[in-house]
């Protein structure tokens, strides 16, 4: 609930409102992972460097503009595609557009030249996870916070608590686009293959963190959560921000099972772990609101007048009242007629013989 709205004022049909889910943007996310897992698979069995050679010099550039972009752009059309709300529809789209573009003239020059953390983020393992601890997982998380806080939250788009992680994922979809196209256009990808991967594994790693930051500023919306809970849950899913990208580094320098799928399985592992925490959260959040909406409905119930009818019909179910018996049915005329014949000359012939009777004793007694 938000903080300005009291008990009294909370409604049945708000609380179903905000329990509502959204079964396309799952969806969505099932199918964009389905998507990826696809194009690594694809990789690992070396379709993809088929591409390599297809590819004109010429158009490189652009197509490495494209791979860097791909996983928003596949979310964003399935997203399109399933959600049925008009409003969420074009609210998640420009919530994505506007999160990359905003990343690109704020977040991007402070930390490239403001920190200047290339300069020095690779030269031990601890000077990179401190800058990334520290400096680059704060800022970029707190750009999605305020993305979505001050340009959502309040807003009649923002209306159930799984338009949180809705948010959340096209808000961090967002910023993974932006750095894949930095990326893109300062070193280039070695292949079409590693671009589409490097892609991937950002496009998840930020997905599963801009939708657990989602799921707190949800929270927040629509339960009466501490004045520390927000907080709480920034600083979280930031620490949780430069660990995994600092794992993920590490990971793709090691030989382990697949070498050239470590990053993207390590990516999908903390994804799906993620999603799957956060839809059993989000499945539990709505029984609980639904809960409430039943309560709520018999407390309106049971404070309303009863009716008469209703009292009435109480009453004759326990025996309480019983109906008047029911007329005789009316005689037809033929028979109505016959009867009355028969009792007329029943009553003379009952009188002619108790006169006849008394006379003989009358008689009788004289003589």
Sequence with gaps: MPPNVSSPEMRAESLRRVARNRA???????????VIALTGVAFFLGYLDFLDGWIPSSFWPMTQTLVALSPALVWLVFFLVLVRDGTVRRTGALVLLLSGALYLVTISPLVSQ???????????????????????????????????????????????????????????LGVASSISFLAAQAIGYVSFGQGVLQASEMALGYAALAALLGYFLAQARFRRTHVFYLAAGLMLTTFLHGLFFFA????????LLFTSLNGLALAGIFALLTFTFLFWRIRQDNQTFIHMAALIELQEEAQQPPSLLADVRQLVENNQLEPPPAPPPPLFPSQSKSSIVDEEGDELASLKKSWETLIAEQEAHHG
């Design 24 to 34: 396309g943007f799952w969806l969505s996310l099932l199918l964009t992972a389905l």
């Design 114 to 172: 403001v920190f200047q953390v290339n300069e020095w983020l690779r030269i031990s393992w601890w000077s990179e996870l401190v800058g990334r601890v520290l400096v680059i997982a704060p800022l970029e998380m707190f750009f999605i916070y305020v993305v979505v806080r001050y340009g959502v939250y309040p807003t009649q788009a923002f209306r159930t608590l799984v338009d949180g992680l809705l948010y959340g994922v096209a808000a961090g």
């Design 248 to 255: 993920l580094d590490f990971v793709r320098t090691q030989e």
